[in-house]
């Protein structure tokens, strides 16, 4: 047994010495330092190359070397319903120079024509969870799209099948949360993957409702933005503090203001208020009330519109996967109406977005 444990290893030595190189006359880690600098948009061509080149795309050294030298490029992924009421995902690169949204390719059937799905991003992969359908109960499977592969696969399914549930990211774990469940006691919880070990863990609070209209993590907490029609016309927030493993009711005053979807830059929350015309709200902590930033020109927008910053750009992404961008400090005013640059809406499509997200590579 041990000659033949050591004739492996030797094997393997002797492959790894007579493997080609990357790039012919460079070292190894030379090469990646190269193929690091490659904008992803050329990285599908890049995989076509060879073996290697295809394995270097795809591998963890390669995601861990880009993001260690600030080489890591962010991109938009948006989850839409089309106009056959069908699940579809596209992808925004906000640094090409002719911005336009690309479909992305593959969903899964399965899950093609279920609501209330989940929509989550961490690291280098996109999450479609749950869902239900015209038929169809709530459901726990767990769909995965691989962007450095460009291929979708099974992962650990939900352990509480769920749907129309808030989902955030906190601690390099997903959390889903609420919505609707099989049983009635399955919304008064939150489940929490951690993609290390591919598991998920789940935990239940009384306070929970399934009625949960937006979510943000602002301040290392995920909040919740709650509402409960049945009872009363009440809108409230509740604060996940990770540090306790508890649920709380936020500050009434922010979640008075908070009308519409929201996103933190600079340790700021934003929410784009749509209740009359469209405005840039902004928490001010220090006075405990909402200010208004600027009003939009409702011109560009086509409500209702989901919110994404990347460093101090905020994206406006609306029916159609409209798209206005500005800077927050640095909008051009006219007639007292904030105006930015605008991405056109799909030509093909006036498809009604559900979510979008950020994913860095």
Not at 23 to 37: E, M, T, V
Request: aromatic share 10%; proline share 3%.
């Amino acid at each position: 047994m041990e000659y033949h444990q050591n004739s492996s290893s030797y094997g393997t030595n002797e492959m790894k010495q007579t493997q080609a190189p990357l790039i012919c006359g460079l070292p190894d880690d030379i090469a990646i330092s190269c193929l690091a600098r490659i904008p992803r948009i050329y990285h599908a061509a890049l995989r076509c190359v060879s073996k290697r080149w295809r394995d270097l795309m795809a591998s963890e050294e390669l995601y861990s070397y880009r993001m260690k030298h600030n080489l890591d490029e962010t991109w938009i992924y948006a989850l839409c319903r089309d106009k056959n009421d069908q699940n579809c995902c596209y992808s925004l690169d906000p640094n090409c120079s002719r911005m336009s949204w690309k479909l992305v390719q593959g969903i899964p059937s399965r899950i093609l024509k279920r609501k209330g799905v989940g929509f989550e991003i961490l690291g280098k992969k996109v999450y479609l969870m749950g869902g239900c359908g015209w038929c169809e109960d709530a459901s726990d499977e767990v769909f995965c799209f691989d962007v450095s592969t460009d291929s979708w696969f099974e992962s650990a399914s939900l352990p509480i099948a769920r749907s129309y549930f808030a989902c955030e990211v906190l601690n390099g774990k997903i959390h889903t949360i609420g919505g609707l469940g099989s049983k009635q006691s399955d919304t008064n919880s939150w489940d929490t993957y951690d993609h290390h070990t591919n598991c998920w863990k789940s935990q239940s609070e009384p306070n929970l409702v399934h009625e949960i209209e937006d979510s943000v993590v602002f301040e290392g907490k995920i909040y919740i933005r709650c509402s409960v029609p049945c009872i009363s016309s009440r809108v409230f927030a509740m604060v996940y503090e990770p540090s306790s493993g508890t649920w709380e009711h936020a500050d009434a005053d922010l979640a008075s203001g908070w009308h519409g979807p929201a996103v933190v830059i600079d340790g700021r929350l934003y929410v784009l208020d749509q209740s009359s015309g469209t405005r840039l709200m902004m928490w001010r902590k220090e006075s405990n009330a909402w200010v208004m930033v600027k009003r939009l020109s409702q011109s560009l927008t086509r409500p209702p519109c989901r919110l994404v910053a990347i460093g101090k750009r905020i994206f406006v992404i609306g029916k159609g996967l409209s798209t206005v961008t500005f800077e927050v400090d640095g909008g051009t005013n006219i007639g007292g109406v904030m105006v930015g640059s605008s991405i056109s809406k799909l030509s093909s499509s006036d498809c009604d977005l559900v979510s979008c997200k950020l994913l860095m590579l």
